[in-house]
């Protein structure tokens, strides 16, 4: 039933031909969730630079904690910089 794919970016929706008779609430659900950027250019860079200074952040934390002799459990602190480095990153590269 589901054998073509039609691609708007970011995932994949069924043609149009391919949806049961029956299946209008969900043909709008489909047309409501056409892929739209909500941020630009500038705001893709932004998210790109931050994404690259969260990175370094953690990586210069990282070797700070490793040279310091600090107690390897302090290496929790790196979650938290290399979390906001990936979902800057994801959210530049999604569009979002």
Known sequence: MFHKRETCGCGWWPSEEDWPPMARPIREIQAAYKCVP??????????????????????????????????????????????????????AREKT
């Not at 904690?65 to 929790?76: I, T, V």
């Open 38 to 91: 909500n941020i630009g250019a500038r705001g893709r860079r932004r998210r790109f630079v931050m994404a690259a200074v969260s990175t370094a952040a953690a990586l210069a934390l990282a070797l700070y904690l490793q040279l310091g002799g600090f107690p390897p459990a302090w290496r929790g602190l790196l979650a938290a910089p290399f979390l906001a480095a990936a979902l800057y990153y994801f959210q």
